[in-house]
């Protein structure tokens, strides 16, 4: 699987739930990369430890986050599909490379001052600790490309630094990973806050659609949607960010361009596009809430695609990880 293309990795944490915004704007594009590239797909379980998290929550997410993906049609025969801490070269590397990371580079990084303000009464090593932690997840696979967020585009920054650091120390090691600036989905917006993106923390329900929320839950979102007080139906992000949101949505998963829906809804309002918009969206996410709660019902097989995914990354990250511990003078075991 993994042999002359360019190698994409990307992770992402078990918490809050995979929203509509991150199908739309991120896993429909990641599975068209795992078409074109060799992809390894991680849930990143231990990153997200450095926020308390209720162990039997926990576990129960971490499957269903893996289960949404596969639902989403991420295809375990062409991407390596695996739990971080299955693999446990992630945290050896880890420990190598916070020996080669500064404290005041990691002390620099916004996220770890966001979290810090934010998790006042448990600033942990851990949080320190995070963006190298991500360095190893990507370094330990040679990883060509990373699609990230704006919000994670310093540590990948510090991954690339880490990488140039250690192979200036010693020698060529590390793929210097580049952040992936592809084609990107549509950004989908907060339905209660269109201003805002729409995100998978948001503590107010109504705000995002998960992937496997139910069909009255969905029509429900869809009806209280923010819009505003001019009931007529155009594109206007900046006045109309509202509806503008609404019509992004329907476009994205009917695949129909948006003067063709806007010209539809000429001279109709607000109470007849929402629901359309709604019942376009259950339609959209039908079939993959139908497979996620298959796959939920056959937990061995979900098991066994976790299995097999964490040998074939255990054994590409034991190889970089061998080199490493030779490089830096480790007796060899
Ligand atoms: N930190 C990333 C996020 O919160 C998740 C992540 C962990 C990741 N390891 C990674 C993303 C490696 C890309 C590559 O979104």
Request: proline fraction near 4%.
């Amino acid at each position: 699987m993994i042999g002359d293309k360019k190698i994409v990795y990307s992770a992402v944490q078990p918490t809050g739930c995979i929203t509509l915004g991150n199908y739309i704007g991120a896993i429909q594009n990641w599975i068209k990369l795992s078409e074109e590239y060799d992809s390894i797909f991680a849930i990143a379980d231990l990153h997200a430890l450095t926020v308390r998290q209720n162990p039997a929550e926990y576990r129960k997410r971490a499957m269903s986050f893996f289960a949404q993906y596969l639902a989403c049609g991420l295809d375990p025969e062409k991407s390596i599909m695996y739990f971080q801490s299955h693999v446990p070269e992630h945290a050896e590397l880890t420990w190598i490379l916070n020996c080669f990371t500064y404290i005041g580079e990691a002390q620099r990084m916004t996220q770890f001052k966001d979290k810090s303000a934010k998790h006042a009464d448990n600033i942990n090593m851990g949080l320190l600790d995070y963006p190298v932690l991500m360095a190893s997840d990507i370094l330990l696979y040679q990883a060509d490309y990373v699609p990230v967020g704006v919000d994670q585009k310093q540590h990948l920054e510090l991954s690339r630094d880490l990488a140039v650091r250690f192979n200036n120390l010693y020698s060529p090691t590390f793929t210097v990973p580049e952040a992936y600036i592809g084609k990107q989905g549509a950004k989908i917006f907060s339905l209660q806050d269109p201003t805002k993106k729409m995100s998978k923390s948001d503590p107010d329900v109504n705000a995002t659609v998960s992937l496997i929320d139910t069909p009255d839950d969905i029509m429900r979102k869809f009806k209280r949607a923010v819009t505003d007080c001019d009931a007529t139906i155009r594109y206007d992000e900046e006045n109309k960010p509202g509806v503008s949101n609404l019509l992004t949505i329907f476009s994205a998963v009917t695949g129909r361009t948006i003067e063709d829906i806007v010209s539809e809804y000429e001279g109709k309002g607000y109470a007849q596009l929402k629901p359309a918009v709604g019942e376009a969206v259950v339609e959209k996410l039908r079939p993959i809430r139908e497979k996620y709660l298959d796959l939920l019902n056959n937990k061995d097989y979900l098991m066994s695609i976790a299995r097999s995914g964490a040998e074939k990354a255990h054994s590409i990250a034991r190889r970089t990880l061998a080199k490493v511990y030779k490089k830096v003078g480790l007796v060899e075991g």
